[in-house]
C-alpha cells in the first residue's frame, strides 16, 4: 500500500538524484544537503573500497593515481553505476539523518520523466539498499514546477523547463499529472563540454572541468553581448603544442558562440512539446508562459533567448538550483494532498 494514512515524520527524507549535485530535504529542517554526485573508489587487489563522497569527492577529479577513481554514478539523470550509486545514497541519507527513533526513514526521490521500469527499479533498490523504509518516487518536471509553486493540480496548464546537469526535461502539467513531456539529452554538463571543446580546438589549450564550468558561470550567455566582445575571464590550462601550462583571455562572444547548439537544442525541445500539446492547454500556456528550474537556468540570457524563439512569457523560478529537492519535500510533508504526484 503506498500511503499508511499517515503524514510525513520527522527524519522523512526527500532527495533529488542529481547527476551533477545531489540535494536532501528533511521533514521540519528543510535543505539539509547540497553536495556534488562524485564518489571516490580506491581499487586494492581487486577490491574496491569508498573512500570520500560529495564536495571531497569532486575535489579528487583529475587528480587521482591510477589505483584511485573519481567518478559521477548518475549519466543524464539515472544511475550509471549501481554500486557507487548506492554508496553515495547511503552516505547521503546517514549524513542528512537525524534519527529521533526512526531507523528507516521515508524517502522521496525524483526520477527523469523518461525513465525506464528498471532505471525506476535501481533508484529504489539504491535508496532501500542505503537504509531507507518506504520509498516514493516523483518525477522530476512534477517535483521542479511544485518547487517553482506552480499550480500543478490546477485544470489549467503550466508549463515547466526544468535545465538539469544531464538532461533538460520540458512538461506541461495539469490536474495533477503530466500531460507533454520531452526530455532533451542537453544539461548543464554538456554547456561545460562545449566550452572545453571550444578552448581546444580554437586555442590549442586543455582545460579542466572546474574550469570549464568557472567560464560558463563567469562569461556564459545564450544571446551575443553587444557591444562585441563583451566580458572576458583569464584560463589557464595544458598547452597542446607545447605541453606546457600557459594562460590567455577568453570572452563572452566566443563563450556564447560555442554553447549555441546546446541552447539551440533546449528551445527546439520547447517547441517540440508546444507543437504536441492539446490546443486548450496551449491556450493556457500562452497566458501564463513557462517557468526555467534547475542549474541550467542560470545561463544568463537564456530567458530572453527562448521567449524570442517561442514568443512566450518566461520567468525563472526563485533559486531554480533548489526548486527539484523543495518540490519533492513538499510533497513529502503533504503527502495527503500530492498523493497524485508520487509513485510506489
Known amino acids: ?8 515524520r520527522p527524519g ?53 593515481p591510477a589505483s584511485i577513481q573519481a567518478i ?10 549501481f554500486e557507487a550509486a548506492q554508496a553515495m545514497t547511503a552516505y547521503f541519507i546517514k549524513q542528512a539523518s537525524r534519527r529521533r527513533g526512526f531507523r528507516r526513514p521515508r524517502v522521496v526521490i525524483s526520477v527523469p520523466h523518461g525513465a525506464t521500469p528498471v532505471e525506476r527499479r535501481a533508484v529504489r533498490e539504491a535508496a532501500e539498499g542505503a537504509g531507507a523504509g518506504q520509498v516514493f518516487l516523483i518525477e522530476e518536471p512534477m517535483a521542479a514546477a511544485i518547487g517553482a509553486q506552480l499550480p500543478v493540480t490546477s485544470p489549467r496548464g503550466s508549463m515547466v523547463v526544468d535545465l ?37 580546438r580554437a586555442h590549442n589549450m586543455a582545460i579542466g572541468e572546474a574550469t570549464s564550468e568557472r567560464i560558463k558561470r563567469t562569461i556564459g550567455s ?23 601550462p600557459r594562460s590567455l583571455m577568453v570572452d563572452e562572444a566566443e563563450i556564447v558562440e560555442c554553447l549555441a547548439e546546446p541552447v539551440f537544442s533546449i528551445i527546439e525541445g520547447i517547441k517540440t512539446a508546444l507543437e504536441n500539446t492539446a490546443p486548450e492547454l496551449a491556450a493556457d500556456i500562452v ?58
Open 72 to 81: 559521477r554514478p548518475m549519466r543524464k539523470g539515472v544511475i550509471g553505476d
Open 287 to 344: 497566458d501564463t508562459g513557462l517557468v526555467l528550474t534547475g542549474g541550467g537556468a542560470l545561463l544568463r540570457r537564456l530567458p530572453e533567448a527562448i521567449r524570442t524563439a517561442s514568443g512566450l512569457p518566461v520567468a525563472v523560478a526563485e533559486d531554480p538550483l533548489t526548486c527539484g529537492v523543495r518540490g519533492a519535500g513538499k510533497a513529502l510533508t503533504e503527502l495527503r494532498a500530492l498523493k497524485t504526484v508520487l509513485h510506489d
Open 1 to 8: 500500500m503506498l500511503f499508511d494514512g499517515m503524514d510525513a
Open 164 to 200: 538539469g546537469g544531464g538532461t533538460t526535461e520540458i512538461a506541461i502539467i495539469s490536474l495533477g499529472g503530466i500531460v507533454t513531456a520531452v526530455t532533451v539529452p542537453i544539461g548543464g554538463d554538456d554547456f561545460d563540454e562545449a566550452v572545453h571543446a571550444y578552448v581546444r
Open 12 to 64: 522523512d527524507l526527500a532527495i533529488d538524484l542529481g547527476t551533477a549535485n545531489t540535494l536532501v530535504f528533511a521533514k521540519n529542517r528543510g535543505i539539509v544537503l547540497n553536495e556534488p554526485s562524485v564518489v571516490a573508489i580506491s581499487t586494492v587487489n581487486g577490491r574496491s573500497k569508498v573512500l570520500a563522497v560529495g564536495e571531497e569527492a569532486r575535489l579528487m577529479l583529475g587528480k587521482t
Open 222 to 244: 545564450a544571446l551575443r553581448p553587444d557591444p562585441a566582445p563583451g566580458e572576458s575571464v583569464q584560463v589557464s590550462g595544458r598547452d597542446l603544442v607545447s605541453g606546457v
